[in-house]
């Protein structure tokens, strides 16, 4: 049965996000970018630069720099089958651009002119890069971080810096060979905020989310195997015949509502998702433009170590809003606003055409509610409508969970 749902694409989460959006591009060398980057051997020597924990204006004083790498790099190898070799090093400079690196896969935030580099331009506002070197199989030789030495990083979340131990979790990531995540919250997610916006710290990219967890999975394996892992192999066209190019697919849990993993769909319509545990999922589908409504492709069970199939055909239906911010205390970003366990929120969410009088909003999860007919207006001016709702969440406070809200 295909529901129709009109997304409003407005993601609530534990996370703490801040209205700067602050994209960062990870270089896969000078070639570009192919699909399946992975280490061929699962032990991954990696270097870091004594420049991290030497006094440095772009490091606040006091910061656990030692205990966040541990945690950085504990984060992906609990989940997935890799082994981290770490060593501290005087060497300050990233290899060069190219492709061949120098051998070693090195963590810098020295103020050299071979990483300033990299930091030129419009880049001077991202927090980190990372530069991955690979062969023609997408095989890993080297990968290498450098932190933003004209930014400023802490441990303690103070306004105004980066958190440490979020942005290194997810240059990891770069460095294992994932490149970013469609889910907003997500640690992969090219969107990282400074602590202090809303008053609250940006700890929340320390840990994975549940895709983050399902795409390193689905490159290197469980650490456990246990419920670990099932695979989706499909195609999705269009009533016209064509292929959903560039659509966003993603699956939430069918129990709980949670976003498990996301991806974009292929050119011709195909997309493979791997690394999921086994369970029941409820399938979505909006094209990223959001020129149309969002679908419920509906229910889907994955089995441990098979791979289910499925093929669909959508009818397209459009729609006349956009809902394009969302945000709390009258704060609006692309963001995803964070929520926490047992309290009540007023949600604001911004976009083009959105009168509360022809919509209803709705949730995928049990732990959240939505009162409905309690919405507020607001003026922000000819360009963007604005409103906001109450949300409570009921849920348990263990992880980090993505639900979406809709509209109909
Ligand atoms: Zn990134």
């Known amino acids: 049965m295909i529901r129709q749902a009109k997304f409003l694409s407005v993601l609530c989460s534990l996370l703490i996000f801040s209205v700067t959006a602050i994209a960062d591009a990870p270089l896969f060398a000078e070639v570009s970018k192919t699909p399946g980057l992975r280490w061929k051997k699962v032990t991954i020597p990696i270097a870091f630069s004594n420049s991290l924990i030497k006094t440095n204006p772009a490091v606040r004083p006091e910061s656990d720099i030692q205990g966040a790498v541990r945690r950085s790099l504990d984060a992906w190898e609990t989940v997935a089958n890799i082994d981290f070799q770490v060593i501290w090093t005087d060497k300050l400079s990233v290899s060069p651009a190219g492709n061949a690196g120098d051998g070693t896969s090195l963590v810098t935030i020295a103020q050299t002119p071979e990483n300033l580099l990299v930091f030129g331009g419009e880049s001077a506002e991202i927090s980190a890069r990372t530069r991955v070197f690979f062969n023609r199989k997408g095989e890993i030789s080297e990968a290498d971080i450098i932190l933003n030495p004209y930014q400023q990083f802490s441990t303690d979340g103070s306004a105004g810096t980066f958190d440490f131990e979020s942005t290194l979790t997810h240059e990891i990531g770069h460095l294992l060979g994932l490149d970013h995540s469609s889910i ?27 895709d983050d967890i399902s795409q390193i999975r689905a490159i290197y394996g469980a650490r456990d195997e246990d419920d670990c892992c099932g695979a989706i192999d499909g195609k999705i066209s269009l009533s016209n015949g064509k292929a959903a190019k560039g659509f966003n697919l993603w699956l939430e849990e069918s129990e709980t509502g949670r976003v498990v993993l996301g991806s974009k769909i292929n050119p011709d319509g195909s997309f493979l998702l791997k690394g999921l545990p ?72 911004g976009g083009k055409n959105l009168n509360p009088e022809d919509l209803k909003i709705g949730t995928t999860s049990p732990f959240i509610t939505v009162s409905n007919g309690n919405f507020t207006k607001y003026d922000y001016g000819k360009e963007i409508s604005v409103f906001s709702f109450e949300n409570k969440n009921s849920g348990g406070n263990s992880g980090r969970r993505l639900y979406d809200l809709f509209a109909e």
């Open 184 to 210: 907003i919250g997500a640690t992969m997610n090219e969107h990282q905020g400074k602590n202090g916006i809303f008053n609250l710290s940006s700890f929340s990219p320390r840990t994975l989310s549940e």
């Open 278 to 349: 086994a369970r029941k999922y409820q399938i979505y589908i909006q094209d990223s433009a959001s020129n149309f409504s969002g679908q419920d492709l509906g229910e889907i069970e994955i089995t441990k170590g098979r791979t289910t199939n499925l093929l669909r055909k959508i009818i397209l239906s459009p729609r006349n809003f956009d809902a394009q911010f969302s945000g709390f205390n009258g704060q609006l970003s692309n963001l995803a606003v964070p929520i926490n366990s047992g309290k009540s929120y007023l949600i604001y969410v």
